[in-house]
């Protein structure tokens, strides 16, 4: 092949896949590009109504983070960010840890087991949130109702600054909890078997052999799970929105980032009006916060499977 | 053929029979009352019947989404020729920009029906310029189980002592008194301002208004106060009652009160036809004191201003200015319509027209949702906590007084 045939077989090549990448690339600049560009104009200019009315600089973003009273709401939703974030971290992603680890057992009735605690994920948020409303709800609720036949009076969940926070963390580890269970359980299937039962032959525990072996070898799995748990408890909206509000209901105990963006974006029905420069610069803020975030983690994590 | 066509049509064209088809206009008209669809179709064919050609297309949107997919196809150029918009901060959010078409006594003359008071909540503040016809006023007051009532040997309570006094025997009963809960924010704020309004009395709100009082004033911490007297007698876990659990329990007779809206009344009835439903207003704080309802115009009608079809939009908007479409949506769909002269047939309906002449404005909305942060926004939250204990009335006077002082003069440095 002489050097004028490579180099237009490169031209070819390079065409076509610029040809595939196209359409691709057409609906993600109109859908995504744009409108996140389009959210950074918007967090520097005032707004009448939905009409831009003229650029401000920084004072949207100086507002909400450092202005009361929309500081005091950017921080207390944000320290609920972090809060559902450590939570599911814990709760939910530390059962699903465990929940793999008994399936990868392979004991009777497994498959069965593996397809129950999968089977919440494939329902739809809002579904998952207004079921478990009606079961936490303190009068006709069934959680309230089971925990009387004890003689335990239940509080009620959604409607008690104490509770309501967790009782829509708990939710949401019903809801994805077996999501992060087959990621593990597919790491940890891939881990040679000899390995496992080297271990064994050599007196390890369950505990020893989940904490010791299992744990440095699933750590690709680890950081897929620790990243989309990050993602998704930074832009948690529709769990909190269906089952205490748009307000974060109790006097915002449940507020979070998302809740507090669209609500400042685009007014509570009965509430509030749009304001769509302070909305936007929280929409910005939490891109920021999200993308700044999953970067360093995405570091440490990746650096630690090496390590590992 | 196709010069036949040609000929024909250009025919038609002269001697005007076509004249119908091309005048034929469709109009679109958005709300956010998807439940009203029957009643508006009906409206409409009326209207059409008078304005042949005009015919109205009605698209309705979940309400919780209604302004903001209103305030995106405006933005965007978009948008219905009629628009059913919310009063007040919410009129004049859309009309300060400039969406709306102003109304004029010339391209609404149907203006003139209005009282005063609906002219101001449906204009833009610093011009006075109108934008919208009105729709419906709403009453904030209690609504009655009588049969419990009966059954508890009590009357419909007239000051705060009987109101007490009928919520222990109901609650002796073996019924909840009061069906509210508190998880809803904009239903908290409802029963705040439903309750409170007669202990404030009118001069309250004048005085807020003009910057000689505020939030802080020991008379609205008081009246505050007097709300937690209430917790006994609401539903058990009341903190995590929301609306339509509220709803619930008072139309399947475990609730002898609803404190709530006129809104309400034909959502009931048709709900539970067999419910033996009254319509009181809140208890004076003694006997010879007024029972003061709370009462605000609930939206209205505007033409878009970008609308290609102006002249039919305004003649739809004249039409629903009408006596005749006042008493209709009285009688078909249960709103009291503020155009005057409109009569209500519905005996509830009549005897809330009627409370309206002693009232006092359902003060966040009418004077404080123009500006963020809402007056509506700061109360909802800090009531939540004051029926959740961790707050009280002098701190939630406090944080709303604070809230609105950023943007409302007579409130800084108070």
Known sequence: MTAATARRHGVRRGLWILLLLAPGAAVMTLFVVVPVLGAFADAFRSFQGPRPTGWVGFANLRDVIFVAPYAAATWRALWHNVLVFASLMVVQNGLAYLIAFALLKALPGHRVHQVIVFLPVVLSAIVVGILWKELLNPIFGAVNELLALTGIQGPPWLGDASTALGSIIATNAWHWMGFPALIFLAAMQRIPKETLEAARIDGATDRVLMARIIWPLVAPATTIVVILTFIGSFNWFELPYVMTGLDGSPGGATDVLGLLFYRTAFGGVSSGLEDFGHGSALAVLMFIVVAAVSAVALRILRAREIEL | ?414
Request: hydrophobic residues 40%.
């Open chain 2, 1 to 414: 053929m196709r010069k036949l066509l040609a000929g024909l049509t250009a025919l038609l064209a002269m001697t005007g029979v076509g004249a119908g088809v091309a005048r034929a206009e469709n109009i679109t008209f958005w709300t956010w009352r998807q439940e009203d669809k029957a009643a508006y179709t009906k409206l409409f064919a009326e209207f059409t019947k008078a304005h042949p050609g005009i015919h109205v297309l009605f698209r309705a949107f979940p309400p919780a989404d209604y302004q903001t997919i209103v305030s995106t196809a405006l933005a965007g150029g978009k948008g219905p020729d009629v628009l059913h918009t919310r009063a007040y901060g919410g009129l004049e959010q859309l009309a300060k920009p400039g969406y709306l078409l102003q109304l004029t006594p010339q391209n609404d003359p149907e203006l003139a029906n209005l009282p005063a008071s609906a002219k101001t909540a449906l204009a833009v503040r610093s011009t006075g310029k109108i934008y919208s016809s009105a729709f419906s006023t709403q009453t904030l007051g209690i609504l009655v189980n009588s049969k419990i009532l009966a059954e508890a040997k009590v009357a419909e309570p007239k000051t705060w002592a009987e109101l007490l006094a009928a919520c222990k025997a109901i609650k002796a009963a073996g019924k909840i008194c009061i069906a509210n809960g508190t998880a809803t924010g904009w239903m908290d704020e409802v029963f705040a301002g439903d309750l409170t309004g007669p202990l404030l009395g009118q001069q309250f709100f004048k005085d807020v208004v003009a910057g000689k009082t505020t939030f802080k004033d020991q008379k609205y911490t008081t009246a505050l106060g007097r709300l937690l007297e209430l917790k006994p007698y609401m539903p058990p876990g009341f903190t995590g009652i929301d609306y339509p659990t509220s709803q619930q329990l008072f139309l399947t007779g475990r609730a002898a009160m609803f404190v709530g809206g006129s809104w309400e009344i034909a959502n009931f009835h048709k709900q539970n036809p067999k419910l033996a439903i009254d319509f009181m207003a809140p208890p004076a704080p003694d006997a010879n004191s007024p029972q003061l309802v709370s009462k605000f115009y609930d939206g209205g009608y505007a033409v878009v201003k970008s609308s290609k079809h102006q002249k039919a939009a305004l003649e739809l908007v004249g039409f629903m200015g009408t006596k005749h479409f006042g008493d209709q949506l009285g009688a078909m769909l249960g709103d009291i319509s503020p155009i005057e002269g409109v009569k209500l047939a519905d005996p509830t309906l009549a005897k809330v027209a009627a409370m309206d002449k002693q009232s006092v404005p359902y003060i966040m909305l009418v004077s404080f949702r123009y500006e963020n942060p809402t007056g509506s926004e700061l109360l909802q939250g800090a009531l939540q906590k004051m029926f959740a204990g961790s707050m009280t009335p002098q701190q939630v006077g406090a944080t709303v007084t604070e809230g609105i002082a950023k943007y409302y003069k007579p409130f800084q440095g108070k």
